[in-house]
C-alpha cells in the first residue's frame, strides 16, 4: 500500500526568504514519481513539479526544487526567494508502478508567506 | 486551451436529494478521477475511470456512483444526499503515462443541509 504523510500543518515565512516543505512517503515499490501540487486561496489545484524515483538528480522548475532522499523515503519542496503569491495548501503526491493509475496525496502543508 | 471544467461551483441541497456532479476535459485523456477534499483530510479518491463505462472504486465510494458514457465527460451522483456528503469535490483527469500529473478542475462545493 502506498500512504504520504505531510507533518507540518502550516508554516508561516517572511517574504524573499528560503521554505521548506516536508513530505515522506511508504511504497514498496521500486519505481514511483513524486509530485508537489499547490492549492490557491481560490481552490484550484495545480501541478508543480516532479521527481522520478530513479534520477539521483533533485528536480528544479523557477523557483521550486525538490530534496530527494530515496534512503530516507523524503521529497521535500524548496522555495527560494519566496513571495507573497507563494501563499497556498501543497500536497505531496506519489504515483507508484504497482497502482500507476492512482496518485496517493498528503494531507497538505499552508504556507503563509508575511510581508 | 487544456482544461478540466467542473460544474456547477457551488451547490446546496436537501438531505435525501439526488446530486449530479459533472466534469468535462478537452485533452482526450482516458483516464479521470472524483476526489473528495475535506478539511486535515487532503484529497481522497472516489471513483477512477479508465476510458468509457470502466471504472473502479477508489478508497471512498460508499454512497457514491459514476458515470462515463463518453471519454471527455465523467459524471458523479450522489442518489440520497447525505449531510456527511458535504466536501469540496474535485474531478481530475490524466493521461495513463506512468510518470503523467493531473489536471484538476476547480471543484464544486457541495452543501447537503
Known amino acids: 500500500a502506498q500512504k504520504v504523510t505531510q507533518t507540518q500543518t502550516s508554516i508561516s515565512v517572511m517574504e524573499k526568504t528560503t521554505v521548506t516543505m516536508d513530505c515522506v512517503y511508504e511504497?514498496?515499490?521500486?519505481?514511483?514519481?513524486l509530485f508537489w501540487y499547490k492549492q490557491t486561496a481560490s481552490g484550484e489545484i495545480v501541478f508543480l513539479i516532479r521527481?522520478?524515483?530513479?534520477?539521483?538528480e533533485n528536480a528544479t522548475v523557477g523557483h521550486y526544487s525538490l530534496n530527494f532522499q530515496k534512503p530516507k523515503s523524503s521529497i521535500g519542496l524548496i522555495i527560494t526567494a519566496t513571495q507573497i503569491e507563494d501563499s497556498a495548501v501543497y500536497f505531496c503526491?506519489?504515483?507508484?508502478?504497482?497502482?500507476?493509475?492512482?496518485?496517493?496525496f498528503g494531507s497538505g502543508t499552508k504556507l503563509t508567506v508575511e510581508p | 486551451d487544456m482544461k478540466v471544467t467542473q460544474m456547477p461551483r457551488y451547490l446546496i441541497k436537501r438531505m435525501g436529494e439526488n446530486v449530479l456532479l459533472e466534469c468535462g476535459q478537452d485533452?482526450?485523456?482516458?483516464?479521470m478521477y472524483w476526489y473528495r477534499q475535506d478539511p486535515g483530510l487532503g484529497l481522497q479518491l472516489i471513483y477512477i475511470?479508465?476510458?468509457?463505462?470502466?471504472?473502479s472504486e477508489g478508497d471512498i465510494p460508499k454512497g457514491y456512483r459514476v458515470s462515463r458514457k463518453k471519454r471527455e465527460h465523467f459524471s458523479l451522483i450522489l442518489d440520497s444526499a447525505k449531510t456527511n456528503q458535504t466536501s469540496v469535490y474535485f474531478c481530475?483527469?490524466?493521461?495513463?503515462?506512468?510518470?503523467?500529473?493531473?489536471?484538476f478542475g476547480s471543484g464544486t462545493r457541495l452543501l447537503v443541509i
Open positions: 503526491a506519489m504515483r507508484a508502478m504497482s497502482n500507476y493509475n492512482v496518485l496517493y
Open positions: 485533452m482526450s485523456h482516458e483516464t
Open positions: 475511470s479508465y476510458d468509457v463505462d470502466s471504472n
Open positions: 481530475a483527469s490524466s493521461r495513463t503515462d506512468f510518470n503523467s500529473d493531473y489536471t
Open positions: 521527481q522520478d524515483s530513479y534520477k539521483k
Open positions: 511504497t514498496q515499490d521500486s519505481s514511483y514519481f
